[in-house]
């Protein structure tokens, strides 16, 4: 789950379309190849106006993108040889990997088809805690309870603090008050419980949006027992790794190998940083992620991959698709690079 930055991309976008500068940048800054990041793909959300709509987009949509950069020239490859056309400078053409967080269901049921018919392999990064109940959805259990309630209390280190939740405006406004609440005032060990008596308060089923949405682990085994499927890890908790001392931080990244292999008889080889933006992930916790022996790291940072990244394997930057930009106009520009130095102070390699 992430929403760094949207609208400086959105800007960089618009920058680059309308300038023209996209087809005439691109075989100078199109990189290597790309790796794409999904979450949810659904042509029925069951909440088509909810706030975390961004996250989702239509299965139609994921036919267009594979369908349109084939012809352009893009082989798809799964994770590891992705690796290894990174290692060889990208010689063999450009290539696109494609990777979803979380382990929607719905990545099963609608994505699977579409790669099918494309041949087309995909990386699912799983936090064995969302799976199990050890961790909570919460962006959509916030949702619900900013939908249910009328008003909140939150205790802040300065007292008390009511939130107003009685009309649409409010309650948006209210949303984002949460997400900054719980992912910068509460400490992240506190993140669930503190969701779980909000939760409590309203009458909200926190188990909810994790049962409805999420694989549970049979569906995850016969996912990872696809010939086009790899199972990677996305922490154990999916935790901000920074907000986490050294040795939580490591726990997370190197014990979620073990529960992985446990459930699917296979270890990982591959990591996805949870939320993966700039106040989730640096310069520490890619060291822990290169410790843990894994053979790459995916960011939610914005770029295309460079051969340059072959020293960066475990900060490797991602295109998002997603609700917001469900246009190939939209993914044809940023595939073109030209939006990666846009979105990035400058910068044409993009790590952490
Ligand atoms: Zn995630």
Not at 93 to 114: S, V
Not at 225 to 236: D, F, K, R, W
Not at 267 to 294: I, K, L, M, N, T
Request: aromatic residues 6%; contains cysteine.
């Amino acid at each position: 789950m992430i929403d760094g930055g949207e609208a400086i991309r959105k800007l960089a976008l618009n920058v680059a379309r309308y300038t023209g500068l996209a087809p005439l940048a691109k075989p100078f800054i199109g990189g290597i190849g790309a790796i794409l990041m999904l979450h949810r793909v659904t042509a029925t959300p069951e909440k088509p106006d909810s706030v975390n709509r961004h996250l989702n987009i239509a299965p139609g949509f994921l036919d267009a993108v594979i369908a349109d950069m084939k012809a352009s020239g893009y082989a798809f490859v799964s994770m590891d040889e992705a690796v290894e056309r990174i290692k060889a400078g990208g010689k063999g053409g450009q290539f696109a990997t494609i990777t979803a967080d979380d382990a929607y269901r719905d990545n099963m049921t609608e994505a699977l088809p579409m790669l099918e018919k494309h041949c087309a392999p995909i990386t699912i990064y799983v936090a064995p805690g969302l799976i199990s109940g050890t961790a909570d959805l919460w962006w959509d259990v916030v949702e619900d309870i900013v939908n249910v309630g009328t008003r909140l209390t939150l205790n802040t280190p300065g007292g008390p603090l009511t939130v107003d939740c009685s009309t649409p405006a409010k309650k948006l406004q209210a949303n984002a008050r949460l997400h900054a609440y719980l992912t910068s005032e509460v400490r992240e060990e506190d993140l669930r419980a503190v969701l779980r008596d909000l939760a409590n308060a309203t009458g909200v089923d926190a188990d909810g949006p994790r049962l409805r949405t999420l694989m549970n682990w049979d569906e995850i085994r016969g996912m990872a027992a696809h010939p086009l499927v790899t199972i990677g890890a996305h922490t154990i908790n999916h935790s901000n790794l920074k907000r986490l001392s050294e040795a939580d931080a490591r726990h997370e990244i190197g014990a979620v190998r073990g529960l992985l292999q446990a459930e699917l008889g296979e270890e990982p080889r591959h990591f996805a940083y949870p939320y993966g933006y700039a106040s989730a992930v640096g310069c520490r916790e890619v060291g822990f992620a290169r410790d843990a022996g894994y053979t790459s790291a995916v960011t939610t940072r914005h770029g295309v991959l460079r051969a340059e990244h072959a020293g960066f394997l475990h900060a490797l930057p991602r295109i998002s698709v997603n609700g917001r930009y469900q246009s190939l106009a939209h993914i044809r520009t940023m595939l073109s690079g030209v939006t990666t130095p846009l979105a990035n102070a400058g910068k044409m390699l993009v790590t952490i």
